[in-house]
Each structure stands twice: as C-alpha cells, then as structure tokens.
C-alpha cells in the first residue's frame, strides 16, 4: 500500500519477459477505502472483478479493467473483517468477521442470505470457505481455546454437519481448498505442520488424511492454482512457506510408479479464462468456471496484458514494464499529445542535454507534437 492519506492499492503486470527496468508503477490504482486493505480476492468466472476488504469494514468490488468501483458493501459488517471467500460460480460471499459471524452475502444484491452467530465459542478469529457443493468449511477455536474444524450445510445452518476438534495450539488455522480433489489443507499460523483432510458428501463428511511435518514454523503459507502443478510427477498441491529470511516451496506429490497421466488426480480445472465479462456478472448473470485439461500440461496464452479502458480515454491504456518515467504511458501526464504510432514522451537522455544546452529542439507543446503529424512528433520527443 503506497503511503498516502487515502489508502489505497495498486495491480501489477508481471510480464513473461524480463523487464528492462524496475516495475514501480501499477496498471490501475483503486481508491475507496478509508483505512488498510487487509484482504484482496477475485471472482472466479468474471473478467478483472476484484474484491478488496479494509480495516474501515468495507467491501468493495472493482472492475480492474475500468478502474471503477462496481458495489460498495458498508452496511454489513459491523467490525474488522477477517477473511472473504466467493462460492464456485461467484454468485455468493461468505465472510468472517470480529463480532463473531459468518455471513453468506448476495453480493448484487447486497444483502445477507444467510448467518450465523458464533460458530466457534473461542473468542479467536474464524475463518470460513466454500466448497465446490455450496457446503461451508471454518475453522476457529472452542470455549476451551481448542482449534476446532466444522462443516456446515446452508439448508440448515444452525448446528454443523460435521464439527472436530484438533489440538490447543494459539496459531489460527489457515484453510486452502482444492475443489478437483476435495482435500482441505490447514496450516496454523507458528505451525510446522500441514495437516490435511478429505471432504465426502457422506458421514462422517470429514476424513482425516495426514500430516507434513517440517522443523521450522510457518509465518505465512501461499497456494499454487491447479495448473501451475507439474502432472508428470503426480503433484497434486504445492505450499509456498514464508519463513523470516526466505520463501521455502512444498510440493504434495502422489507415489505412483506409472508415467501415464493420472485422470483420477487431474480432472479438468477452472482455467485462467473467464466465463463472464464484468458487466454481464453486474446484471445478473452467472456461469460456471472455463474448464482446462492438464493432459499435456498447462501453458500460459502469450499477451495476456491486463488493458485499462478509462471513460475519459478513447483507447485502451497499457503500462508495460518498460514505459519510461515521465510519459503518459508512466501515468505522469505530459503536454505531448499522442501521436497515431503511440505515446511519446521525452528521453532521460533529452533532458539531460536540455538542461545543459540548448542545441536540443524539443517540442511538447501542443502545436508541434500532434496527432496529425507523427513523423514530427517522433523527430521531435525523441531526437
């Protein structure tokens, strides 16, 4: 978050190639909250939706694309939020928040279809996901400052389908959901464990599988898309551990001695392609996610740039790595027009001459550097 008396946050391009200078300026910068976004999300089927949640007790829902603010949700929650997870289509939230709620939020509607109140007795943070049946997993602690684990049904919301309890450890327990394996990883906050569990639509729903065990604790844990595996050695999830000093990658792999590929491990996942432009999802419409095989492994689409269409620019707005600092494309406007081959700006090396001599003719007024003539305008930014 970039300091500032509005907090904000910003959406990098990483490029597929290796940039020539340092990334310092988003594509898009989105301005709404009031206090620090703690948490950021997109939607699963919608084309550059972003759901962004602070400390003001705000959610919000941008469209990347446009840089505009699609829903602002500051009637629902009445304190911190602590986590926000979309069901498999997006149609519906759930959210966690400090008044001890999980609240299951029609987004469009901007209203609660369903809550519950304290669904762990502990008074420590809960977490909550979707599962790919629309059931919800969380995680929290119990009267006793147990860490418990609990399913819960929609259709009936009261009590749990399925409720353990682990160990009295203090570290929150992280949930990170694998929709084509139905497994729930949990990683506790100062653990050095993973532990692992299957979700069955039949009792007792909640299957212990096992442990990983490392020596150091965990302060932070990331998770690898479905696609960014690799299937020829039947890796099926990869961690990336964040120690004080490093980030350590953890691959889960499946022992398996063929060099078939292994249909039960990979069925086809949601892919990088959206179902829905931003838009559609606004009106009402829902779709489920763009499937992918990983047969032959996953290869990204070239030119895949993040193109920011703003209403008062005629054209798309692209900020590659490589837009030097001072030029439209930089975000820092100038008095040049943009001719028809692209922007112009003027070089490091222009203004250095410029300021110690004046044999170097720059024109950035708007006469001289226009659209109509671009042959002059490119003699004259970048001579």
């Known amino acids: 978050m970039p300091p500032s008396s509005q907090p904000c946050h910003g959406v990098w391009q990483i490029p597929d190639y290796v940039p020539v200078r340092n990334m310092t300026e988003p594509v898009v910068t989105l301005e709404g909250h009031s206090k620090r976004v703690g948490i950021l999300t997109w939607h699963p089927t919608a084309r550059n939706v972003l759901l962004s949640a602070g400390g003001d007790n705000l959610v919000i829902l941008w469209n990347v694309g446009t840089g505009e603010m699609l829903l602002r949700l500051d009637e629902v929650h009445t304190d911190l939020i602590y986590n926000a997870c979309w069901n498999r289509n997006g149609s519906l939230l759930v959210t966690t928040c400090k008044d001890k709620h999980v609240r299951v939020i029609d987004p469009r509607k901007q209203q609660v279809v369903a809550e519950k109140s304290k669904p762990h007795q502990g008074a420590r943070p809960v977490r909550a996901i979707f599962m790919a049946d629309g059931k919800i997993f969380t995680t929290g602690f119990s009267r006793m400052s ?5 399913l819960w049904d929609l259709k009936s919301f009261e009590e749990p389908i399925a409720l353990q309890e682990m160990d009295t450890s203090n570290g929150v327990l992280l949930p990170f959901y694998d929709p084509d394996s139905s497994i729930v990883y949990l990683c506790g906050k100062g653990d050095s464990s993973i ?8 009792p007792p729903y ?3 599988l096992s442990t990983y065990s490392s020596k150091e604790p965990q302060r932070g844990m990331g998770f690898m898309p479905k696609r960014g595996l690799d299937v020829s050695k039947c890796e099926i999830a990869r961690f990336f551990k964040l120690h004080e000093r490093k980030c350590e990658p953890i691959a889960m792999t ?11 491990l990979y069925p086809d996942t949601p892919g990088p392609e ?12 829902d779709a489920e996610p763009v499937l992918i095989s990983l047969r032959d492994g996953y290869v990204p689409a ?11 620019h005629p054209a798309p707005v692209v900020l590659p790595a490589w837009a030097p600092r001072g030029s439209v494309l930089s975000g820092q406007p100038t008095s040049c027009h943009p001719p028809a081959w692209g922007y112009c700006s003027v070089s490091e090396s222009c203004r250095m001459r410029r300021s110690s001599s004046s044999s170097c003719r720059v024109r950035r007024s708007a ?8 042959s002059m305008a490119r003699r004259s930014c970048w001579s």
């Open 146 to 150: 147990e860490r418990q684990l609990a």
């Open 195 to 202: 532990r692992y569990f299957e979700i069955t639509d039949e």
């Open 206 to 208: 909640v299957h212990y």
């Open 254 to 264: 499946v022992p398996r001695k063929s060099d078939l590929f292994q249909d039960d």
């Open 274 to 285: 959206p179902a829905l432009e931003a838009d559609e999802w606004l009106s009402g419409k």
């Open 302 to 312: 070239k030119n895949r740039e993040l193109k920011v269409v703003r209403k008062n």
């Open 367 to 374: 006469a001289s550097c226009s659209r109509a003539d671009s």
